[in-house]
T-cell receptor, first 117, second 109 residues
Framework: GAVVSQHPSRVICKSGTSVKIECRSL??????MFWYRQFPKQSLMLMAT?????????EQGVEKDKFLINHASLTLSTLTVTSAHPEDSSFYIC?????????????FGPGTRLTVL | GQNIDQPTEMTATEGAIVQINCTYQ??????LFWYQQHAGEAPTFLSY??LDGLEEKGRFSSFLSRSKGYSYLLLKELQMKDSASYLC??????????WGAGTKLIIKP
């Protein structure tokens, strides 16, 4: 099946710093990637939809200036958490939709656990 | 609004069968997915239904009734490793996934 990688898998940072998370589709092209956040014991919350070559579409309540998304190629999207605070500590998961897959299935990366001290 | 309902938690015995239900109300329908998520890990794909009926894949089966806005995931011959959260998600008319809150399945020996 299609593989999505995510880097880093775990990051601990100080409050006020910025953290960049990369999401790559390894064996397929993804015109659309999705960024989710999941707090403990809660379901996935879609933060934004990332489209290659255009601006991301953010969900209501998600600050676009705080969560910067760049989808510069068909295999890479990045999420930058700017000026991170402890409340941003969460499990961030990306997924990618295979452009050539009629299922419209989303393939998930392994996730990035962010801890802001 | 869009809504997906599934039970919060279920408990079953190793070797038994369990059915996890999911009802949905969405703007349009382009398919329903079931994902499995172990604690601290990303979701993994289990099944996809877009037509009515039962799809069987090994110990797991998924059923869909579009007229009733209803699906279930059936797990047979339960194993301890099946302890996880099971997420129901519907692809709406904009091809956006609408997620249920997930059902935590606890398997007891």
């Amino acid at each position: 099946g299609a593989v999505v990688s995510q880097h880093p898998s775990r990051v601990i940072c100080k409050s006020g710093t910025s953290v960049k998370i990369e999401c790559r589709s390894l064996d397929f092209q993804a015109t659309t990637m999705f960024w989710y956040r999941q707090f403990p014991k809660q379901s996935l919350m879609l933060m934004a939809t990332s489209n290659e070559g255009s601006k991301a579409t953010y969900e209501q309540g998600v600050e676009k200036d705080k969560f910067l998304i760049n989808h510069a190629s068909l295999t890479l999207s990045t999420l930058t958490v700017t000026s991170a605070h402890p409340e941003d500590s969460s499990f961030y998961i990306c997924s990618a939709r295979d452009s050539g897959n009629s299922y419209n299935e989303q393939f998930f990366g392994p996730g990035t656990r962010l801890t802001v001290l | 609004g869009q809504n997906i309902d599934q039970p919060t938690e279920m408990t079953a015995t190793e070797g038994a069968i369990v059915q996890i239900n999911c009802t949905y109300q969405t703007s349009g329908f382009n398919g329903l997915f079931w994902y499995q998520q172990h604690a601290g890990e990303a979701p993994t794909f289990l099944s996809y239904n877009v037509l009515d009926g039962l799809e069987e894949k090994g110990r797991f089966s998924s059923f869909l009734s579009r007229s009733k806005g209803y699906s279930y995931l059936l797990l047979k011959e339960l194993q301890m490793k099946d302890s996880a959260s099971y997420l129901c998600a519907v692809l709406d008319s904009n091809y956006q996934l609408i997620w249920g809150a997930g059902t935590k399945l606890i398997i007891k020996p």
